[in-house]
Each structure stands twice: as C-alpha cells, then as structure tokens.
C-alpha cells in the first residue's frame, strides 16, 4: 500500500534498523524493487529524482504506474514514493501528482532561508499527511549534475531544522553520492553522535549508500540513521548484468533480442542488489 515513510522510519528508529530508499528510473526498476520489498516483507520507499521524473514523463506517469503495480502484482508492504533532492518548485509538483512523501533540499539556500522554505513544506505536507525530509549540509558528489562539496553539517543548525517538524532529516557526515574515490576518509561518527543526540527520535538519513563498507553501515544505523539512500549501486548491477547478456551473444540467439529477455538479467541484478541491502539494513520482516 502506498503510504508516507512517517510510520516506517519512526518504527526504524525505535527498532534500530534502516528501511532503503531505492531509486527508480522505469517500470524494470519499480517493478524489481517492489517485488524484493514484497517477498522480503520489508517497507520500501521509491526514490525519483528530478531527473528521472523528467525522464518517466512525469511525476503524474510515476504515480499511476506505481499504483498500478502495487494493485497488480498484490503488494502489501507498505511503500512511499519520495521525491529525492526536491527543489522548491519540484516539492510542489510531487504533492499536486500525489507521491507520498517529499524531499526538500534547501542545503545550497543561506540556512535562513532554508529554514522558511522547509517551514511552509511542513505545513503543506502535515496537512495532507506527507512525509518530508530535509537536508542539512549538502552532500558530496554528483547529483543529476550538481556537484556538492561534501560538507559535514553543523549540528545545531540540524536541530534548528529538525525542531521544525519534518519527518526525516539528511545530514552531510562526509558521505558522498556516486562511487567513492579511494581517498575517501569515510564516514564521520563523531559529528553523526552530536547530531543523533541533538535532534533525539528523528530518523536520520544517510544519503550516497553505495559503497560505504557494512561495517559502518551498521554503526551509522546504530547511531540513528533510519533510511538509507541507494542508487549508484542498482545501476551498476543492472549494467554488468546487461553488459554479460550481450557479450555473451544471447540476444543474437533465437528470440533474446525481445526486450523482455534482453532486460531479464539486469533485473534480477537489481533485485539481488535490493534483497542485499534489505537484510544489511535490518528491515527484512518489519513490514
Ligand atoms: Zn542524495
């Protein structure tokens, strides 16, 4: 059933484990994700950047195809669709579409003015019953071509944000989005600790989830991290699956050019990458 993350991450919180945001780009990746959410009897939330909002033709298309799935293939886990790093402007459009949950990245405003911002998103979203995350420091990498500098935010000015109402808040702690780069320090608990203990039963969010080591996904979700954020790493899955698929010459073999067949392998790779994710997140069985 579509739901806001409200009720899940809170659950999280208290359970100490992590439900994955998993990001979609088309009907293989909805379809893949809710299925493995489904079977692992974990909650899931559906990710849509702007970008690939754009490329699905729109928020409106993601919200009937969603709904769609989760009619046909009997899901019964409860899903959000989240807009992820939501402008302005862009917040809006997923609440007229009707996604469950959304996304105000307001880390590039002066933190006045991401405040006001995120304030006004409160109202609106409390009043249709929505979650909304927001973002405190930006996060480093490439993010549909913004590049942030991978900050580490400052803890009280997540408590300014947090004591505002929204549901969820992502917090730089030298995470980055994208591959990490071998000269990664990794993750920064010390600052993670000072902002868990400052915004006290807030799910926090950890967003760049592919390729930081297990290890430190556990601590992180020791620490209060409720909802993590992968991406890169379903992409480069469903990649290597497809890129095996056509070395090997199976779609010049009888019928493997139909598309059904040629995008089989890149699903399951996409399925295996989520089931991963759910059982090192914890949230198998919380449904
Ligand atoms: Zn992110």
Not at 140 to 146: I, L
């Amino acid at each position: 059933m579509l739901v806001s993350a409200k009720e899940m991450l809170t659950k999280a919180k208290a359970g100490h484990y992590a439900v994955g945001q998993f990001n979609i780009n088309n009907l293989e990746w909805a379809k893949a994700i809710l299925l493995t959410a489904e079977e692992m009897k974990s909650p899931v939330i559906l990710g849509v950047s702007e970008g690939a909002g754009k490329y699905m033709c729109g928020y409106s298309t993601i919200v009937g195809m969603v709904k769609g799935m989760i009619e046909n293939l009997g899901i019964t886990v409860p899903v959000a669709i989240h807009l992820d790093h939501g402008s302005y402007e862009g917040a809006y459009k997923c609440i007229e579409a009707g996604f469950s949950s959304v996304m105000f990245d307001g880390s590039h405003y002066p933190i006045e003015e991401n405040i006001a911002k995120t304030k006004e998103l409160v109202e609106v979203c409390r009043a249709k019953g929505l979650s909304l995350e927001a973002e405190v420091g930006s996060i480093g990498g490439e993010e549909d071509g913004v590049i942030g500098g991978g900050e580490v935010a400052d803890p009280n000015e997540c408590k300014m944000i947090a004591d505002l109402g929204v549901t969820m808040l992502a917090a730089g702690i030298g995470n980055i989005h994208g591959k990490y780069p071998a000269n990664w320090t990794g993750l920064n608990f010390e600052v993670l600790a000072k902002i868990s203990e400052m915004v006290g039963d807030m799910p926090l969010v950890l967003h760049g989830g592919t390729g930081i080591p297990e290890d430190m996904i556990k601590k992180a979700i020791s620490l209060g991290v409720s909802k993590i954020n992968v991406n890169t790493e379903c992409q480069l899955a469903f990649a290597a699956a497809t890129r095996k698929y056509i070395e090997e010459g199976k779609d010049l073999a009888g019928k493997g050019f139909d598309p059904r067949k040629l995008l089989a392998p890149g699903v399951e790779a996409i399925k295996a990458t989520v089931r991963e994710k759910i059982n090192l997140f914890g949230s198998a069985n919380k449904a």
